[in-house]
């Protein structure tokens, strides 16, 4: 009537028949599936391209993006020395552009990232067993939080000052219910389902389930809903710089560069404005397509397909 | 303290789920197992029948503390289950393992079987860590799959293939008493009657006592020596399964019975 029996199942194993079984890890397999995914490498790519630009923009950049020449204002795009133009200030727009990557994409980023680590303990926590209580905790952040980015980063910046920190923190708070949303969705469904049980039925104990069982599958919609949320934070800290709350002049954020465009707009200038909103867009897009493209890579079931 | 040859004693097992009140409308309750008792024997495989709904998961859930009973009294092997906690808990969960009903969702999508296997056997520390990859193999092999389908997910499995995981998974533990909730309802008649050949040959070997839980009688009929019959929450009627097929004492036990017409034991 003792398990004994088991233990002496048989002569061991030969270690050929084992070799290896973990070579498939989730993420080895879901950069396989993106490897596949056309679109999604390409807005790779393009990211991947812009940020080497942004960092080695004090090695690469053509000119310095602060100092202009008052006497070349304005020159239109294709002129000799300078491919994208200058702006009203005389400064050439492609270094600006170069440099400004660095602010956009750290705007774009780090709050993302921050409020990704937040929204995880937020929502599991209250996700995982929470009951009524974890609800209620999410209510209490919606209601919080339900207040115009806007108008918090106007009044952050009354109090702080403009600047890109506080441009950071402003997104980042705001982002923080959304986020912790998602991860406390996917941690009431997921926590749900029977294979949690069975982790508890093998004796794991409650840290061990939100760490192996549940973080695994919290994360894969996690992952997607930042990147795409990423390229929305671009656009949305740029309309701070170029509503003044956001990062400052003359720093050479994406945001900022358009708002400069917008006095020179109308005078029929509007490669100042419109360049670094095309930039603008095709990060912000490339956000998006590589968040699908992650959606698709991490369903377990498109993985092996 | 219960009769020496007596495992596991269930007493007045009662589950009520709340849901709690949303937004001033009041909760309500809802009475899933109601009184439930009946005694498993050592080594014997014991049914638990019942139409869809009669609380036969929440029992099997209860017993294993994977889910609060609401009140009543679990004995297993002179231990009082209900009041067990830390360390003795973990012991007893090594002891008592579960195959779950829906094969989809038993498994973690994100994790590779194997590793779900040897989850078991590392947490309760059955195997030197350098073995515990072999005797994922050999498990996997016994029960009817191959070795190289360890690092597969599960999704890569027919739905029979994720029964026999599960049935892997549980007895990864090394226990000694198992419940198996619905382990062939989702298959065909040939796959259904591997899979309880297996289940017998299992029981054979490692001496294990079962719960099966089921609807089909003829399934209960063939593998089974005491049964208790549930009906909305209640266990209506215990005993033995030719006692219980040849002279029902219960109206409900009649009704399920009338309802097949034909029991036949499965093929093999
Ligand atoms: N978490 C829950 N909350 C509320 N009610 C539940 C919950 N789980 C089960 N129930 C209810 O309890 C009753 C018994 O459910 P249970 O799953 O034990 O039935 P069952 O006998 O296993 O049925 P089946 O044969 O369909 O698997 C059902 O009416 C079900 O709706
Ligand atoms: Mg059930």
Redesign the pocket.
Known sequence: MSSEIITSSGPATSPARVAGWQRRSQWGLAMRALRRDKVAVAALVVLVAVTLVAVLAPWISPYDPLVGDPRARLLPPGTPGHLLGLDGQGRDILSRLMWGGRYSLTVAVVPVVCAALLALVIGMASGYRGGRRGEAVMRVLDVVFAFPIVLFAIALAAVLGAGLVNTMVAVGITLVPYMSRVVYTSTVQESAKEYVEAARAAGATDLEILRKQLLPNVLSPLVVYGTTLAGLVIVLAAGLSFLGVGITPPAPDWGVMTADGRQVLLEGYAHVATVPGLVILVVALAFNLLGDGIRDALDPHKQTS | MSAPDVLLDVRELR?V?R?PAVLGRGGSE?V??EGASFTVRRGETFGLI????????????MLLRLLDATSGYVEFDGYEVLRLAGPRLRDLRQRMQIVF?DSGSAFNPRLPVGEQVAFPMRKFRLHPESEIKSRVVDLLEHVGLWADQAQRYPHEFSGGQRQRLGIARALAAQPDFVVL??PT?ALDVSVQGQILNLLCDLQDERGLTLIL?S?NLAVIQHMCDHAAV?HE?HVVETGSVDELFGAPRSDITRQLLDAVLEPTAPAG
């Open positions: 589950k789920y849901t809802f899933a197992v019942g139409e869809s709904g009669s609380g036969k998961t929440t029992v099997g859930r009903q909730d619905e309802s839980i609807h549930m929450g």
